[in-house]
C-alpha cells in the first residue's frame, strides 16, 4: 500500500504544485460547467477548528458535498480532547471512521503529532506557522489573472506570519520572485524562509525580506496583505496596529507596484488598518476571486489525498 499523503506545510507540494494547479483548474471547469465529478462518494473528511474560521470551514465542507462525499464540524469544546483525551488517541480513532482530517490548529506540532498517529491523510487547515491551502489557492487565483506564475513578482506586506511563511515557500516553487516587507521584528519563521531560499536555488526564483513596504512593491505583480494581529494574538493589538500603521496597504502603496499589478488578502480584511476600502474594494482587487477559489483548490487537494488522483 502506498504511503498516505499529509499537507502539513506548503513544502509538501513542491514536486506536485503544477500537477495541483492543474487538477483544481480542471475541477473548476466541470464544476462552472455544471458537470458532476464525485470521486470521493463514499468518504468522510473530520474537521476540527481550534479557531474560527469563515472561508475553510465553508469550502472544505461544500467542496466534499460536491465530491460525492461527507464532512463534519468537530469543535474542540465538543470532542474529548477537550476533556484531555489525547491527539494520538483522537487521531487513532478518527482514523478508523473517516478516510481524512483537515485540522486548524493553534500550534503546528498538535498539527504534526495529528498527523503522526493517523493512518488517513491529515491536511493543515491553518496553524501558527502555515496556512497551505490558502497558498495553493494564491497560486491558483494568480495563474488564472496573471496567466501563469514563473519570473512574477509578488510583495507582501505587513505581519511575517503563518500566511507569509507559506507564501515564501509557494512563491520559490512556483519560480516568483517575492519580497515580503515587514516591520524590524515582525520578520518570516527563519526557518521557512530557509526553506525558501533553498527552492528558490533550484526555480531562479528570488526571495527577500526588506523592511520598507515601498521596496517591497517595486515592481511588483502581485500586491498581497494579511491581517496585523492574526488569531491568538489578540493580547498585542494596541502594539502591532501602532508598529504596522505605515505597513498598510492603500492606494499609495498600490500606485507604487506595477501598473497592472493585482491585490490580494487572504481574508478576513479588517479594512482601515492593513487595506483600505479604496483598495480592497478597488479594480485591482482580486480577493473574492480568491476566496472563490479555496473551493475548487481544496476539492483538488481533496481528490489528490483522499482520492489518490
Ligand atoms: N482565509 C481563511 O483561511 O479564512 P477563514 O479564517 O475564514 O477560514
Ligand atoms: N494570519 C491570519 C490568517 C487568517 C486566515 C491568522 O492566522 O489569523
Redesign the pocket.
Known amino acids: 500500500m502506498a504511503a498516505k499523503r499529509d499537507l502539513l506545510s506548503m513544502a509538501d507540494v513542491e514536486k506536485d504544485l503544477v500537477g495541483i494547479l492543474e487538477l483544481a483548474t480542471g475541477i473548476k471547469n466541470r464544476t462552472k460547467a455544471g458537470e458532476a465529478y464525485e470521486p470521493l462518494r463514499g468518504k468522510s473528511l473530520a474537521m476540527i477548528f481550534e479557531?474560527?474560521?469563515?472561508?475553510?470551514?465553508v469550502?472544505f465542507e461544500v467542496g466534499m458535498t460536491q465530491l460525492g462525499g461527507h464532512a463534519l464540524f468537530l469543535s474542540p469544546n465538543d470532542l474529548q480532547i477537550g476533556r484531555g483525551e489525547t491527539i494520538a488517541d483522537t487521531a487513532r480513532v478518527l482514523s478508523r471512521y473517516v478516510d481524512g482530517i483537515m485540522y486548524?490548529a493553534y500550534k503546528s506540532e498538535n498539527v504534526r503529532e495529528l498527523a503522526r498517529h493517523a493512518s488517513v491523510p491529515v491536511i493543515n487547515?491553518?496553524d501558527d506557522k502555515e496556512?497551505p491551502?490558502?497558498i495553493i489557492t494564491d497560486l491558483l487565483t494568480i495563474q488564472e489573472h496573471k496567466g501563469g506564475l514563473k519570473g512574477l513578482k509578488l510583495a507582501y506586506v505587513g505581519d511575517g506570519n503563518n500566511v507569509c511563511n507559506s507564501l515564501l515557500i509557494g512563491c520559490a516553487e512556483a519560480g516568483m520572485h517575492m519580497a515580503a516587507g515587514v516591520p524590524k521584528g515582525y520578520e518570516p519563521d527563519p526557518l521557512l524562509l530557509a526553506a525558501a531560499h533553498r527552492i528558490a536555488a533550484t526555480t531562479e526564483s528570488h526571495i527577500e525580506v526588506v523592511h520598507d513596504p515601498l521596496e517591497a512593491v517595486k515592481g511588483a505583480d502581485v500586491v498581497y496583505t494579511d491581517v496585523w494581529v492574526s488569531?491568538g494574538m489578540e493580547k498585542e493589538r494596541e502594539e502591532r496596529e501602532r508598529i504596522f500603521l505605515p505597513f498598510q496597504v492603500n492606494e499609495k502603496l498600490v500606485a507604487a507596484a506595477k501598473k497592472d499589478a493585482v491585490v490580494m488578502h487572504?481574508?478576513?480584511a479588517h479594512r482601515g488598518l492593513e487595506i483600505t476600502d479604496e483598495v480592497v474594494d478597488g479594480e485591482q482587487s482580486i480577493v473574492f476571486d480568491e476566496?472563490e477559489n479555496?473551493l475548487h483548490a481544496q476539492k483538488a487537494i481533496l481528490v489528490r489525498l483522499l482520492g489518490g488522483e
Open positions: 479557531k474560527s474560521s469563515t472561508r475553510t470551514r469550502s486548524r487547515g491553518l496556512h491551502c490558502q488569531m487572504c481574508l478576513p476566496a479555496r
